[in-house]
């Protein structure tokens, strides 16, 4: 009875007891991600414990992780599978259920505080080995923006892949294109290298062009988070314009003109792109009124859609990174493409990086893999297939973008994580944490803190009423923790 007591009394000391475990990602074979890099633990494990809150770093070995075991062990961290002495665990994604330690800290991105499904038996474990939660996702800054993400990374992964598989795509149709010389993000050693070679392809278009068949070749961006910007750092390394969404139907009006019935040896080597917000993709359903952002967020029923109609049909790729709530219109209806389609749209293909599942896009109906990025869509018989050639719009929607440049999206990450993880580390009394990190705890000693007591009475409720009520902020407790920052962020795909 006596060794048992003393037992628990040992394990409820470690939390706080200032040693980091960092774990081997094992969710995921792409998983290469760390929360911490070799150069992150040199500096907190030499800082010394009183200025770092960091004594000792203990690191599981993992082949497949961007930085190798060794380079870990050069600069103090102890190799081991054994966290036990650890009171605080960082991960990028959710540790297997059976390897979750009882009493400690964790610190990864849980997908719990929504109540999703799939996740919840992650939080019954957390909860009943009395772990104390952080998710990354909810360390927020005073002004809502939050402060540990991967959104650039996913748009820079996102729009490389997609141009890989845009010059397949061009040549099942017959065309062949300077995009065709890419490859996906992974296969390059860096983003620097990555971006060189989309420079290259840039100045193959600029130099012999792209044929007229396919031109204008116009790229859309909905959203102006850092989603949409990471994939429009890849799109201004080719030749390029920018044009308003009002200038659209010149484009086609100006370089279509110009073919012969298709016979034309013309040569375009520049392409077009197009950002668009909320205000290009609805309307008020009272003419009389102009569209007014707070008024569509609080009241989008009173809006009707126009994407369709406005700017689907003059664009070739549609590159979605906006957050997109059930409440608001679709982007892109099946209905809605079936329709396009029927007209000549010349939209080639979906890079939807937000992998938001029969969300905004609603023919976006499955997530893809990094090995296997691509689908087909045929609106006409509403038929999926796995490969490049025949009818349809090729689309793209992987749910773990990040981790193809590894390397410096750990590096990005860890530069933030870094300057909370002693504050972790030491923490003892969740009273000890400044604001913004006390909000990021969903569980406290295998409590549910008070921002996230909703999440039971969630888990009983009907899914799309659960939906509804997050989306409007009506949860029964009124301090429920608004995790829904800058709407037009992408929740990405695995933004995380």
């Given at each position: 009875m006596n060794d048992s007591s003393g037992y628990d009394e040992k394990e409820k000391k470690k939390l706080g007891n200032g040693v980091v475990g960092i774990l081997a990602e094992s969710v995921n074979k792409w998983e290469r991600r760390t929360p911490l890099t070799p150069s992150h633990c040199a500096r907190l494990l030499?800082?010394?414990?009183?200025?770092?809150?960091?004594?000792?770093?203990?690191?599981?070995?993992?082949?497949?992780?961007?930085?190798?075991?060794?380079?870990?062990?050069?600069?103090?961290?102890?190799?081991?599978?054994?966290?036990?002495?650890?009171?605080?665990?960082?991960?990028?994604?959710?540790?297997?259920?059976?390897?979750?330690?009882?009493?400690?800290?964790?610190a990864f991105f849980s997908h719990t505080h929504k109540a999703q499904k799939e996740n919840m038996p992650l939080l019954d474990k957390i909860l009943s080995e009395r772990v104390t939660l952080y998710d990354y996702e909810l360390i927020v800054g005073d002004h809502g923006r939050r402060l540990l993400a991967f959104g650039k990374y996913a748009g820079r992964a996102g729009l490389v892949d997609f141009l890989y598989g845009l010059g397949q795509r061009y040549l099942s149709l017959g065309y062949s294109t300077p995009f065709l010389s890419l490859g996906s993000s992974y296969m390059y050693s860096s983003l620097a290298a990555a971006k060189s070679a989309v420079v290259s392809v840039g100045e193959e278009i600029a130099s012999q062009g792209l044929p007229l068949g396919i031109c204008p070749l116009v790229f859309v961006f909905t959203g102006t988070g850092n989603v949409s910007l990471g994939a429009q750092e890849i799109f201004k390394l080719l030749p390029h314009t920018f044009v308003e969404p009002s200038q659209l139907p010149e484009l086609f009006v100006k370089d279509k003109g110009m073919n012969q019935n298709g016979k034309s040896t013309k040569r375009v080597h520049h392409v077009y792109g197009c950002i668009i917000s909320s205000q290009d993709m609805v309307e008020h359903q009272d003419p009389s009124k102009s569209f007014d952002k707070a008024d569509y967020y609080a009241h989008p029923e009173h809006y009707n859609p126009v994407f369709h109609e406005k700017i689907a049909p003059y664009t070739s790729v549609l590159v979605n990174c906006m957050y997109w709530e059930k409440r608001f219109p679709r982007l892109l209806s099946t209905k809605q493409l079936q329709d396009l389609t029927s007209k000549g749209c010349p939209l080639m293909g979906i890079c939807d990086i937000t992998c938001d599942i029969g969300g905004s896009i609603e023919f976006v109906n499955r997530a893809t893999s990094i090995d296997s990025p691509f689908f087909r869509f045929n609106p006409v018989n509403n038929s999926y297939y796995n490969d490049m050639d025949g009818d349809g719009v090729l689309c793209m929607a992987?749910?773990?973008?990040?981790?193809?440049?590894?390397?410096?999206?750990?590096?990005?990450?860890?530069?933030?994580?870094?300057?909370?993880?002693?504050?972790?580390?030491?923490?003892?009394?969740?009273?000890?944490?400044?604001?913004?990190?006390?909000?990021?705890?969903?569980?406290?000693?295998?409590?549910?803190?008070?921002?996230?007591?909703?999440?039971?009475?969630?888990?009983?409720?009907v899914p799309e009423d659960v939906q509804d009520n997050i989306a409007n902020g009506v949860v029964s407790n009124q301090r429920t923790y608004n995790i829904l920052v800058n709407f037009e962020e992408a929740k990405v795909s695995e933004l995380h």
């Open positions: 030499h800082g010394g414990k009183d200025r770092t809150g960091v004594s000792r770093i203990v690191v599981q070995p993992s082949a497949k992780r961007i930085h190798h075991d060794a380079l870990y062990e050069d600069v103090g961290c102890e190799i081991s599978d054994d966290l036990s002495d650890c009171g605080l665990i960082l991960g990028i994604k959710q540790p297997e259920l059976a390897m979750i330690l009882p009493e400690r800290a964790y992987v749910d773990i973008l990040p981790t193809e440049f590894a390397k410096e999206a750990s590096q990005h990450f860890g530069d933030i994580l870094s300057d909370f993880v002693g504050s972790f580390a030491s923490m003892i009394e969740l009273e000890d944490l400044p604001g913004h990190l006390k909000r990021a705890c969903i569980s406290y000693k295998g409590e549910l803190t008070s921002l996230y007591e909703y999440i039971p009475r969630m888990r009983k409720s």
